[in-house]
Structures are given as structure tokens and as C-alpha cells.
């Protein structure tokens, strides 16, 4: 048995029944982890701690194994607290951010038994989707080194599609976790916004921030989310007689030309599998979102940051942290919010239009009977690392965040919950995501048909 490629759900079932210890297990991923230190996945990685908990749970009665994830390892994203250990966002000066209590949904997974596994690299503050971090060096893609695997919660999904641990906690503002999902081939979800707790977590937007679970299958990503949640499982959801929509005008056009053919070969398996497809548009999309997107997180971030400082009772200030950035991205956004700041006005008209887009999707949902909407989660696949201003994109040169998460910002700026399921691999062997988003609170049932859909897609070979 090879132990590295076991679901999470798999690790818990052999736990259980004692058919390899927790030490062999974590034995296995350390060994890993170690074979693949190159991708620069994790920041911090106590090895002796990993396996002196993992020999204690394994020295356990069964009282003591009775968890939902108990003796199962989970990593964190580097913006994540986790108690004793320091909290980076992957910026030089919160080196010494070390927290003194765990984030809820730490503390959630932890209760129900989960072991901390370690922190993972990220795209420096999550201000950005290449996770080429300018001071903790950049994260790798697992299939090919030489390109970025998104972010900002790239380690999480390079990570887990290397196979150096089975769940994996990140955080989501404008796609960060449902793109570095897409482009690594494994599964991401963002849900309801307001639904996970936010606390112990450095902001970006505390309107739109929030955590979400990750690991290599739907199955996994529904534990995580129902122990986070307290939510229970949906019944099972059979493809045939479902209905996703098509925002064919939004987020089919201007694709990558093998992205274009992966999907539309996934559409192809979803209609034989039963599943209706009906074009659909949300009523001044395009404008609606773009008065709800920037504005927001502008103005937000340069209120949560210090605020969080503040309540760290940390004498750092915000100008004290953008002075020692490494990335020049990061840096370059940061002296845009600081210099010229969102104005009050604008920040009104911009929660305005996010009503707005709310209840357009929810006028589409409605009208359409729709399950879900479906589409690429990204336009392109994985592009070279240091690409982060622009790359190119059939032929052209485009820009690299605003490319990247032309399609997963309409569900952030609506607070929708979606979720990135791999829809196969290019002929180069790149991984490429299919998103469903659903409507607001109907994330366990999104769930449910994300499961039923992955059954019928391509499976991503193993990043080996």
C-alpha cells in the first residue's frame, strides 16, 4: 500500500482499523515532503512534533481515536493561526506573529482530532495568484517546477497534489483557493461568504475574505467543510435531470485553446451522463463587478491590516510591514492602497453594486431552476514562474492577475460559495479546473453535485 496517495477519508478508514499506524503514515509524508522539498511547498514543518503526536495516537484506546478526523494531518496556509507556532502571511515582518491561540476553523479540525502537520507557502499577504514570493522564495508547481502553481494558496495545492499531505486549509478572497486548485488538479472550495469564522486569520476584506478547505477529492473537501461547519452531509445527487448554467458570453470566450478543448470535452461527459446544460446570463454582470471588486478590497485592507496589528498588540504598523515586502507586486498594490485611497463615497456605491449582483445571480438561479453554474475556473493553465505582471495567452500578452481570476471573481464579489473539481489535463499533462458556483447557502448540496460530477471527468495523474 502505498500510503502517500490515500484520500483523506482513506487515511481515517485505515486508522481506524489499525491497518498501518499513524506513525507509519506520517513516516510516509514526512518522507515526501522531504524527497520534494524543491517545490518549497512548506514554511514550517516540526518533524520530531508530527511524530511524537502521531505515536500518541497511535498508543490510544479507541475512546480516544473516535474523532471524524482523528490522527488524520492537516496543513494551514501561512495566514492561518495555529497556537505556538508563528503566523507569516508570508511577509518578512510578521516573522515573529506567533500565535498564542489557534483560528477557529484550526480549532474545529484540532477538536474533532485532526494533527497539525505544518504551514504552507503562499503569495506574500495573498495579495496576489503566482505564490512567487519574494521573501520565503518561490512555490513550485509539482509538475513542472518551472511554473507558478497559483495562489495565493499555491503550497496548500501544490502540496496536496504532490501528494505531501491528504486536506489542506487555505484561504479564498478573489480565488485563491479555487484557482491554484484548478491549475494543480485538485479540489477547491470557497464557501458562503460569513459562513467559516474569520478569526485568527490575516485580512485582506473582511467582506470577503474567508477560509476553504482543500485536499485531492470532493469527498475529502466535504468532510473538512462539515466538521468546519457542523453542517451534515446532502443526499447523494444523481446527474441525470440536473441543471447547470452556462455563462457562455462571461466565462466561455477567450480561452486558452487546450483549457477550451478539456472543457468542452467535460460538457460532452456531463450531457451523456444525463446532465442538462442551459445558457444563461446574469443581468449587467460585467459592470455590477467591477463596481463591487476592487473598491471593496482597496478599501478594506488598509482598515483590517492595522486592525489586526491592533489586536496582535503589535507596536508594527502597516507602513512598517509594506517597507520590508519582498514581492514587488505585493508591494506596488500596497503603495496604491495607502497612496490613494478608496473614498468613502465610492466604498458605499461599491457594496451597493455587490447587492445588486447578489440578487442578479439569484434572479439567474431562480429563473433558470439552476443547480449550479458551471465553467473554467481559470482561462489558462499553469504559466512560468516571475510571470507575475503578464503572460501570454494565445499569442498575446495579457495581465497576470486579471486574467487569472477574470472567471472566479464574479462568485467572490457575490459571496457565492463555488468549488474547483478537476475536468482532466492538457496534452502537455497540465491540470485544468471546472468551477460550480451555487446559490448563496447551498454549499453542503454544492457539494453533493460536485461529487457526482467528478465521478464521470478524467482523473489527474499523480504529480510525480
Not at 476553504?212 to 466535504?222: K, L, Q, T, Y
Request: charged share 20%.
Amino acid at each position: 500500500m502505498n500510503l502517500i496517495n490515500l484520500s483523506l477519508v482513506d487515511v481515517r478508514r485505515g486508522l481506524q482499523t489499525r491497518q498501518f499506524s499513524c506513525a507509519e503514515y506520517v513516516g510516509a509524508l514526512l518522507d515526501e515532503a522531504h524527497r520534494r522539498s524543491a517545490l518549497n511547498c512548506f514554511v514550517n514543518v516540526d518533524a520530531a512534533r508530527i511524530l511524537r503526536e502521531a505515536r500518541f495516537f497511535d498508543e490510544q484506546p479507541e475512546a480516544g481515536r473516535a474523532g471524524r478526523l482523528a490522527g488524520v494531518p492537516i496543513a494551514f496556509k501561512d495566514n492561518i493561526d495555529v497556537r505556538g507556532v508563528p503566523t507569516t502571511a508570508g511577509t518578512r515582518k510578521l516573522h515573529a506573529n506567533v500565535a498564542t491561540e489557534h483560528a477557529a476553523v484550526a480549532a474545529r479540525l484540532f477538536n474533532d482530532g485532526a494533527l497539525f502537520f505544518g504551514k504552507l507557502n503562499m503569495h506574500e499577504l495573498a495579495l496576489g495568484i503566482t505564490s512567487n514570493n519574494g521573501w520565503l522564495g518561490p512555490c513550485r508547481h509539482p509538475f513542472d517546477p518551472d511554473l507558478s502553481p497559483g495562489g495565493s494558496s499555491g503550497g496548500n495545492a501544490a502540496a496536496l497534489a504532490a501528494h505531501l499531505v491528504p486536506g489542506a486549509i487555505g484561504t479564498d478572497t478573489g480565488g485563491s483557493v479555487r484557482l491554484p486548485a484548478a491549475l494543480c488538479g485538485v479540489v477547491g472550495l470557497r464557501p458562503t461568504a460569513g459562513r467559516y469564522s474569520q478569526a485568527g486569520i490575516v485580512p485582506i476584506s473582511h467582506s470577503r475574505d474567508t477560509a476553504g478547505p482543500m485536499a485531492r477529492c470532493v469527498e475529502d473537501v466535504a468532510l473538512l467543510d462539515a466538521v468546519i461547519t457542523g453542517d451534515r452531509d446532502h443526499d447523494a445527487v444523481e446527474l441525470s435531470g440536473l441543471r447547470l448554467g452556462l455563462l457562455r458570453h462571461a466565462t466561455w470566450g477567450g480561452l486558452e485553446r487546450e483549457v477550451q478543448t478539456v472543457c468542452d470535452e467535460a460538457l460532452d461527459l456531463l450531457r451523456k451522463a444525463g446532465v442538462e446544460l442551459v445558457d444563461v446570463s446574469v443581468e449587467n454582470l460585467e459592470p455590477l463587478n467591477q463596481a463591487a471588486g476592487f473598491p471593496v478590497v482597496l478599501y478594506e485592507l488598509i482598515r483590517d491590516l492595522p486592525a489586526y496589528l491592533q489586536s496582535r498588540e503589535s507596536a508594527l504598523t502597516i507602513q512598517a510591514v509594506i517597507e520590508q515586502i519582498g514581492s514587488p507586486d505585493v508591494a506596488q498594490l500596497m503603495r496604491l492602497a495607502i497612496d490613494d485611497p478608496v473614498p468613502d463615497a465610492l466604498y458605499a456605491e461599491a457594496l451597493n453594486a455587490r447587492l445588486e449582483l447578489k440578487e442578479a445571480y439569484s434572479q439567474c438561479f431562480a429563473t433558470h431552476r439552476l443547480d449550479a453554474i458551471i465553467l473554467p475556473t481559470s482561462p489558462m493553465t499553469a504559466r512560468p514562474l516571475g510571470a507575475d505582471e503578464t503572460v501570454e495567452l494565445e499569442g498575446r500578452q495579457v495581465p497576470t492577475f486579471a486574467t487569472f481570476i477574470r472567471h472566479t471573481d464574479y462568485a467572490s464579489n457575490a459571496g457565492l460559495p463555488g468549488i474547483s473539481v478537476p475536468a482532466g489535463q492538457t496534452g502537455a499533462g497540465l491540470p485544468v479546473g471546472l468551477e460550480l458556483d451555487g446559490p448563496a447557502g447551498s454549499d453542503r448540496r454544492l457539494l453533493a453535485v460536485a461529487a457526482a460530477i467528478e465521478q464521470v471527468l478524467p482523473k489527474v495523474r499523480c504529480a510525480s
